[in-house]
């Protein structure tokens, strides 16, 4: 537990009514969306950039980790406390700073829910493109820690793309800015985007200045069943040869479309689907039939059992009700959903998903895949019982040979939800010794006592 002169430090900084020891408070905050469980010895709510500064200073003088949180709802260990760390909540730091329209901007402090920063951006004409599936409750700060995505990353990008300039404060505690308020600038080294998938271990960013664009006049969806994950696969292939670039492209495998039969949400889809698609489009009214068309055409192949499309907010919502009620039906299979998030070419897509369903039956798992197949990101969920110790074991051994794979075929650990406690033991298989040391000299030189977020992105 803290000691007295810490926590006395921390009220100083803080004030008493933002700093929690009560054990309610402190369970609370000791997970993510992981199955693990770490009770932080204090729980901080700082209001501003100065209190952050303030509450760093003190812990580097009493040497205590601190554990960076926004909502929690990470997949990888990346807001998992430390053992002896505090937790710094940024939940409390939600004001918009600055809103401007005529430079397509806005600033926010990190505990803005994302999801707010697109509301506030079409009320003129804007839009913020990156959307996590949790945007409706994730906060900006834990999409800047771990470079979140989402289904619009197929065209427009990730959140890194998005971020103009932050204000942070250093593990050392120097307040820094970064970046610039213009989309153009090479002025010194990109620190940006540096700290923009650092998962917290570098800098505890407290404000973003945020690129905005135009919003889409319209949108239009295609749902595309197939026969099997290889026919909606090659499609993938082919949509992402032709000249129109889709705003979402995601894949749901048979095991996905078993899950969500119990929901009512699959009743409609035709007698012997295997996979499916969503395809979007976006842009000007007049422009769409033409994108549309040429999706269709692209689409259109072997194992093509039916097309869809919808061009309303009504039509398009019923057609997206499958894939939006997938997360929760898979839980129904499973209480415990070991979730990656692993990224191939598009190219080795369906080789991958075939290899998949092979280790998956080689190792009697229950192994559910879909997610952004325009960008090669596939969510890959073990479904496990974690009391049943042999089906954890040969779920750790499928794992194993599932990320293995993945790097052998060009890939990369993660796309979206970031490597945090969960993935770092695989990371000297994807990054070379001369660049992780590079690595961990810059974790040096930015938070030299290595007091944030300690025991992430990197393995021991």
């Given at each position: 537990m803290l000691s007295d002169r810490a926590l006395a430090a921390f009220h100083s900084a803080l004030g008493a009514d933002r700093v929690f020891v009560d054990d309610a408070i402190r369970a609370h905050y000791a997970s993510d969306e992981t199955p693990r469980r770490v009770t932080p010895d204090a729980v901080l709510f700082p209001v501003s950039h100065d209190e952050v500064a303030a509450l760093v200073r003190v812990a580097l003088e009493h040497r205590i980790a601190l554990t960076p949180r926004g909502a929690g709802s990470g997949n990888v260990g990346g807001a998992l406390p430390a053992p002896g760390s505090v937790v710094v909540s940024f939940e409390c730091m939600r004001r918009v700073l600055e809103f401007d329209p005529a430079n397509r901007l806005v600033v926010v402090e990190s505990g803005?829910?994302?999801?707010?920063?697109?509301?506030?951006?079409?009320?003129?004409?804007l839009f913020y493109p990156p959307d996590p599936g949790s945007g409706a409750y994730c906060r900006i700060g834990g999409n800047l820690a771990m470079n979140a995505a989402g289904p619009r990353a197929v065209k427009y990008g990730v959140t890194r793309d998005y971020v103009l300039g932050l204000r942070a404060v250093t593990g050392d505690g120097q307040e820094i800015r970064t970046g610039c308020r213009t989309t153009k600038g090479v002025t010194g080294y990109d620190l940006t985007r540096l700290l923009v998938g650092s998962g917290g271990t570098l800098a505890l960013i407290t404000e973003a200045t945020l690129k905005l664009l135009p919003a889409p006049e319209a949108v239009a969806t295609l749902r595309v069943c197939f026969e099997s994950n290889h026919a909606a696969l090659a499609a993938v292939g082919r949509v992402m040869c032709q000249p129109v670039m889709p705003c979402a492209l995601e894949f749901m495998d048979h095991r996905a479309i078993d899950a969500i039969r119990p929901t009512g949400t699959a009743d409609d889809l035709p007698a012997g689907t295997r996979a499916l698609l969503m395809v979007e489009a976006d842009?000007?009214?007049d422009d769409l039939p033409r994108q549309i068309a040429a999706l269709e055409q692209a689409l259109a192949g072997d194992g093509l059992l039916e097309l869809k499309s919808g061009f309303t907010r009504d039509s398009i919502a019923r057609l997206?009700?499958?894939?939006?009620?997938?997360?929760?039906?898979?839980?129904?299979?499973?209480?415990?959903?070991?979730n990656e998030d692993v990224v191939v070419p598009v190219s080795e897509l369906a080789g991958f998903v075939e290899f998949i369903d092979h280790t998956a039956a080689a190792h009697g798992l229950a192994v559910v895949?879909?997610?952004?197949?325009?960008?090669?990101?596939?969510?890959?969920?073990?479904?496990?019982?974690?009391?049943?110790a042999d089906e954890m074991e040969r779920a750790r051994v499928a794992l194993d040979a599932i990320l293995t794979r993945v790097l052998?075929?060009?890939g990369t650990l993660s796309g979206e939800h970031g490597i945090g406690t969960e993935k770092r033991r695989f990371v000297p298989l994807e990054i070379d010794p001369a660049t992780l040391g590079l690595m961990r000299a810059i974790k040096r030189q930015f938070d030299p006592l290595g007091l944030l977020n300690p025991g992430k992105l990197f393995p021991d």
């Open positions: 803005v829910v994302t999801e707010n920063i697109d509301r506030l951006a079409r009320t003129q004409g842009g000007a009214v997206w009700a499958a894939r939006k009620s997938l997360s929760h039906a898979v839980k129904r299979i499973a209480p415990l959903k070991i895949s879909f997610g952004h197949a325009g960008n090669g990101n596939l969510h890959v969920n073990l479904m496990v019982h974690p009391d049943n052998a075929l060009g």
